[in-house]
Each structure stands twice: as structure tokens, then as C-alpha cells.
């Protein structure tokens, strides 16, 4: 049996070497299981598959992880490493016709001493019928299953199914490993024209996908530029176009724009000239409102939190009394944003926080604070050792929810001003207390 743990092992599963045209992702599918980026967990010697590669066996599996890590590469050289019959299909494609023909063969194949290792990707996308029919070719041993699934196989595959299979969690690629991929594609094409900054962008962009990153990778250099790009270059490069404003209307962009920096600037009485000037030109209504609406949230927020009440009351008035009578509920509305405390801190928040979540990808959460519904979920630890704030004499725990690896950040900052003061005063008791319970200074 070849050595599949060694990076120069050939991968008879693979079958000839790619065209020189094939995309860059198939030009680059590992040949061996040292070749496989980022799943050592698994794919190493210590590993769940790597100790069934070296036992020469292989049991029925389900790989559960996010899109381009290496679930399709996997199936194919475990066929490879024990020596068994490949066969693909997707549940996209597939039916019930496919899955007939796929168990017949199978059968033919086990009379002839071969076996067959069935490789099911989007296996959650089969229905509960459809997947209760690889119950009895898998207990007989006719097929060997190896399913794919993005989705949690805890609601997504049926219980049978999953008693018979094993649950083995592929990680989404680090920043390590998405270079090491990009390092790989640099091999084979050359340098990407790229600077750090932009290169260090582009694996970002990628949230752990490595099919995505080398899509990316491909288009760079199928564009033969001349010169390295940096990260604005490259966001243009690499953006898709949205749709131009219709330009006719520069009047209605003017006013919308001057109504909402006079209530910015809590002056009521040119918040009120602009509104009027929108509605006797023949604005519609509804627009104005949802315009006070989002104001309501971005410009005032937790200062005064019944901004929002007031301007949604005013939106079911004007539905209800319809115009002119209705207008007087959006007079109502503008006056109280235009004189309320003003806070930017909710708006400032979402901006931060909305910028992490795009640089951070899909880091898990702690394990304590998962929900655990199903055994599954119970065995792989989540929602071990979660502290219940409510036992607590104050109510709080002081507990850490932020993801391995990312430091706790600070989003939301209230303001000295309206209802944010008593929220900052609380938001700092809490830093205290959680000072106090971790031993910080």
C-alpha cells in the first residue's frame, strides 16, 4: 500500500495529471493525505482518518465542515489508501434513480471482491426517505459511506444514519493554511501581484474558504497585471458593480440630505422647513418615514430610545389616516428627533462590530455557550460548563463569550448624554465586577 501520509505520494484516485487549463483549485487538489491543508486532526497519523488509513480499514463517515476545506479531496484518497472502488454522486444532481444504479453496481462489485466507497456530497440536501435507503447497503457492507455536509448532521441527517456513520469535524482554514495554499498557487503560476497588505487581505476575504481563495488567486492572474496591487487596488479589482443612482434626482437627494443634518444638528425649526419642502413637492410619505426611522436609530439610539417608538407610531398613523391628516403624525416625529439628545454610539458600535465579523469569518464560539439539543452536540462538549448568570446573588456571572483566539472588544460606547448616562454607568459596574471575579487590575 503507498505511503498516503507522504507529499510526493501519487494519487491513483486522481486518475491523469489535470489539463494545463483545468482551474487553478483542480490543478492544486492534494495528491496525498500530507498534502491536505489544515485537517491534521484528522488527516494525520494521530488522527481519526489517519489511524483508518494505517488500520487499512475504513468505517462509514459523515466530514462536517464549511465549504472548501477539503471534503471531496479527502473521500477520494481514502479510496486510494485502502485500495477501494470511488464512486461520486452529489444530491443536488442525484435521485433515487442514481442512488439504484449506484447500490446495483456495488453489489456486482462485492461479488467480485471489490469494494466500493460511496462518496455522497450535500448529503443533507437527500430527504429522510432517500437517506433511510443507504441503511441496508451500508450494514451489509456494500458500500463503505462517506457523506459531505455543510449543515449541522445533528438536524440535517436522520438519527439511523448517523448511529451507523461517524461524525469527523473539519475545521475552516486558518490564515496559516490559506497561505500555505496561496504559497502553493505561487508555485505553480508565480508570484501573485500583490503587496502584503493586499495579499494578507485576500486570504482574509476568503473566511477559511480555500476553493474561494484559489477562484481569486486565478482571476488575479488571469488578468496579467503589470503591477502589484494594494488593498484599495484590489477591492476595486476584485468588487462586483452595484447598480448608479438614478442621477435625475439630485433635488430629492439634497433635501433628504439637508432634513437629516438639521436634526443632527437638533435644529427643529429647519427640520421642519426641509420635511415640508419634501412632502408639498410631492414626496412620498412612506420614504420620509423610513428615512426618520433609520435617523431615529443611527443619530439618536439609546439617548433617548422612544425616538423609535415615536417615529414607527408615526408611520401606522400615516397608514391609518392616510394624507393630509396623516402628515401631522411625520411633523410629530421629526420634532422629537430634532429635539432629542443625540447619540452616535449604537451606529459607531454596528460599524466595529460589523468590521469584525468580517475579518474574524466563522470563529466558533465558546464551546460553554452553545446549545446542546442533541447527544451529538453533548459528546463534542458544547454547552459544558456554562454559567448561569441568574444563580448568581447579582445576576452576573462575569463569564468570557468571546470566540478562541479573539481578544474581547469594546463596540458600543455610551454616551454622557440622555439615557446613555445610566447605560454607561451600568456597562461599567459590570467591568468592575468582571474585574473583581477574574482577579484583573
Sequence with gaps: MADLFQNDAPSPARGDAPRDDAPLADRLRPRSLGEVIGQDHLTGREGAIGRMVSAGKLSSMILWGPPGTGKTSIARLLADAVGMRFVSISAVFSGVADLKKAFAEADKMAEAGKRTLLFVDEIHRFNRAQQDGFLPFVERGTVTLVGATTENPSFALNAALLSRAQVLILERLDHAA????LARAEELEGPLPLD?????????SADGDGRFLLGQAETLYNAKLTEPLD???????????????????????NLI?????????????????????MLTAGE?????????????????????PQALTQCLAAKDAYEFLGSPEGEL???QACLYCATAPKSNAAYAAQKGAFRSAKETGSLMPPANILNAPTKLMKDIGYGEGYAYDHDREDGFSGDNYWPEGMEPQRYYE?????????VRERM?????????????S
Design 178 to 181: 490559506l497561505e500555505a495554499l
Design 196 to 204: 502584503d497588505e493586499a495579499r494578507a487581505a485576500l486570504i482574509a
Design 231 to 253: 488593498p484599495a487596488g484590489l477591492g476595486q479589482f476584485l468588487q462586483r458593480r452595484v447598480a448608479v443612482y438614478d442621477k435625475d434626482r439630485d433635488g430629492h437627494y
Design 257 to 277: 440630505s439637508a432634513l437629516h443634518k438639521s436634526l443632527r444638528g437638533s435644529d427643529p425649526q429647519a427640520s421642519l422647513y426641509y420635511l415640508a419642502r
Design 284 to 304: 412620498e410619505p412612506l420614504y420620509v418615514l423610513r428615512r426618520l426611522v433609520r435617523f431615529a436609530s443611527e443619530d439618536i439610539g439609546l439617548a433617548d
Design 329 to 331: 403624525a411625520i411633523v
Design 414 to 422: 455610551p454616551v454622557e448624554r440622555g439615557f446613555e448616562r445610566k
Design 428 to 440: 461599567e459596574w459590570w467591568q468592575r465586577k468582571r474585574s473583581e471575579l477574574h482577579g484583573q
